[in-house]
């Protein structure tokens, strides 16, 4: 593994860096919690360990979507999905949508994507504002960063540049090379003794089962086999990030960058009855990590070094942050800039009462919200009147289910009937209400589409555990 802390070099004063360049940097489906950096019993992420110990680690960090096109589009915004307009396969973002990319062009910029994942493909608008766009779904981690290395040697020299980097590796299926699989063997005192049900194993999609698409053996149900798998497949991109970043410290270039590094979404494993993404709102779908390292040019360590901020934070603040990094327009952006966390003493205390949104209309029609340490996760769809039962519904809302994080971490106590909580639930659902008002009248004004999916497409949409039951 490359040391990470080795690749953040420190030069005597530290003057402030002008339009630093800014770095994105997400990893597919990785969740906060089986992180090491966030306390995971196994060593998952030490090189993500190393770059923290330079910056600051947002430790309640929340995505926009539990799944990648709504989630990456809310990045590339700063926008949630509802004001974006991009819920599903078939919607592209609006020509009319400024999006990240456009405004940092607009300070002089130079923009640059390279990411894996078919929905990054040409056409969906993801690339409005990039100079330079590499958006595929058949490439692995290595030739990603062969991808950067193209990109460094052709980027001008005269411009600051913004370049997102998304690693694929940890989405399933769970194949990691064969050096990182089953690096990681839980001892029996820390294994879950979880299993799936041999019913809800048969209708799983192929691409998140064990033994993977094409590889042989029986119908695996200890959801510890998958754990593992999955834990390596982290380990793995914790290392192919290391080499992409190494490959820009060669360049000399870290010590002028704001670094994000983050992930898209996470992933369940049967916590609440469902393997996979997209579907639920819960913190295995949602709390994703989040480590921010400041340009730095100064003699030691920076003054931040190893800060760990606990209020809730949003995916929207990465668009935030980077235009106030670069001194942009970040007119109509619902998220906040972070740099409060390490310009001063620590983040500012409205923080605290901040509210943090989270949207999936995929296969679900659910919203939640973050405040002070609770969530609300709500069921927002329109209830199809029956009609053949005067004053009864077709498909009932799903009940509204209320969480304290703090004292219910997991999530086993739905405290949304709870008669001393009736204030504080009614304050939440009119939260809600609000928000989801405010953005669609916002996507409103967008001019997005809705396309049709061709076959090539869709098969190879299910070839990830998209776009039919049991996925994604």
């Not at 770095?23 to 906060?32: F, M, N, Q, S, Y």
């Not at 109509?332 to 740099?339: C, K, N, Q, T, Y």
């Not at 504080?424 to 049709?452: C, S």
Request: aromatic letters at 8%; hydrophobic letters at 35%; proline letters at 8%.
């Amino acid at each position: 593994m490359l040391p990470l802390l080795l690749l953040i070099a420190c030069q005597p004063d530290a003057p402030k860096v002008v339009q630093p360049n800014v770095v994105i940097l997400t990893w597919e489906t990785t969740r906060a919690d089986h992180t090491s950096l966030h306390g995971y019993d196994l060593p998952t992420t030490p090189n993500l360990e190393r770059l923290a110990t330079r910056g600051v680690t947002f430790d309640q960090h929340v995505s926009a979507a539990p799944w990648t096109q709504p989630s990456v589009t809310s990045l590339l915004t700063g926008l949630t999905p509802s004001a974006h307009g991009v819920r599903e396969f078939e919607d592209t973002l609006g020509e009319d949508v400024v999006t990240v990319a456009e405004r940092m062009q607009g300070r002089g910029y130079h923009t640059a994507f390279a990411g894996v994942n078919m929905v990054f493909e040409m056409g969906r608008h993801l690339e409005q504002g990039f100079d330079w766009y590499f958006g595929q779904g058949d490439v692995d981690g290595a030739a990603l960063g062969q991808r950067v290395d193209d990109w460094l040697r052709e980027r001008p020299r005269d411009k600051p540049f913004f370049l997102y980097v998304h690693v694929f590796e940890p989405h399933c299926p769970y194949t990691p090379p064969a050096e990182y699989l089953g690096v990681f063997h839980r001892e029996p005192a820390d294994q879950t003794g979880g299993v799936y049900p041999q019913d809800y194993y048969d209708q799983m999609f192929g691409c998140f089962k064990l033994p993977a698409p094409g590889e042989s053996g029986s119908p695996q149900l200890d959801i510890d086999a998958y754990y593992t798998a999955w834990d390596g497949e982290i380990h793995y991109a914790d290392h192919l990030s290391a080499l992409i970043l190494a490959r820009l410290q060669r360049e000399g270039l870290l010590d002028d960058t704001l670094l994000m590094a983050t992930a898209d979404h996470g992933e369940a494993f049967y916590e609440h009855g469902d393997h996979g993404h997209g579907r639920q709102l819960y913190q295995e779908a949602v709390h994703v990590p989040l480590v921010v390292v400041p340009p730095w040019k100064g003699e030691g360590a920076p003054p931040w070094a190893g800060r760990r901020v606990e209020t809730v934070t949003s995916s929207v603040d990465l668009s935030a942050t980077a235009l106030a990094a670069a001194e942009a327009d970040a007119d109509g952006i619902e998220g906040i800039d972070l740099s409060p966390a390490w310009t001063g003493g620590g983040p500012p205390s409205s923080w605290t009462q901040r509210a943090v949104y989270s949207h999936t209309d995929h296969e679900a029609y659910l919203r939640s919200v973050h405040q002070d340490g609770w969530v609300l996760i709500v069921d927002v769809r329109e209830e199809e009147p029956d009609p053949d039962v005067p004053g009864a519904v077709l498909t009932p809302r799903h009940p509204p289910e209320l969480y304290h994080l703090a004292e219910d971490p997991q999530q086993r106590t739905n405290l949304a009937e709870d008669p001393a909580q009736a204030e504080r639930l009614a304050a939440l659902l009119a939260m809600v209400g609000a928000h989801e008002a405010q953005a669609l009248q916002k996507a409103a004004a967008w001019g997005g589409t809705r396309r049709t999916l061709d076959q090539s497409t869709e098969e190879a949409l299910k070839a990830l555990g998209y776009l039919e039951k049991g996925g994604p």
